[in-house]
C-alpha cells in the first residue's frame, strides 16, 4: 500500500495514497496550507479535517494513524495493508 505524508506547519497527517474521487495518486498533487489538491482530478481536501473532500461533501481520504514514539514517527498500517 502507498501511504502520503503531508507536514502542516509541523504537525504530520497520513492518508492511503489515493484520491477518493477519481482513485489516482496524490503524491504529485500540490499540498497549499491544509489543502491538498489531486494532479489527476483537482479535487480538494483538507488534510486537517481528516482528509475531507471541499467539492464533495460525502467523500473524503482514508486516514492512517501515526505512531511517535522514541524511535521517530511510524504509520500505523491495518493488518490488511501488512501482506
Known sequence: MSVL???VRGTLYA???A???CGSSLAG???ERELLTCPACAARYDVRLAGKALDDPAAHLDPL???AD???VRV???Q???T
Open 65 to 67: 494513524p501515526l505512531l
Open 70 to 72: 522514541g524511535r521517530g
Open 76 to 78: 500505523a498500517l491495518p
Open 80 to 82: 490488511a495493508a501488512r
Open 15 to 17: 492518508y492511503r495514497d
Open 5 to 7: 505524508v503531508c507536514s
Open 19 to 21: 484520491c477518493a474521487a
Open 29 to 31: 498533487g500540490t499540498l
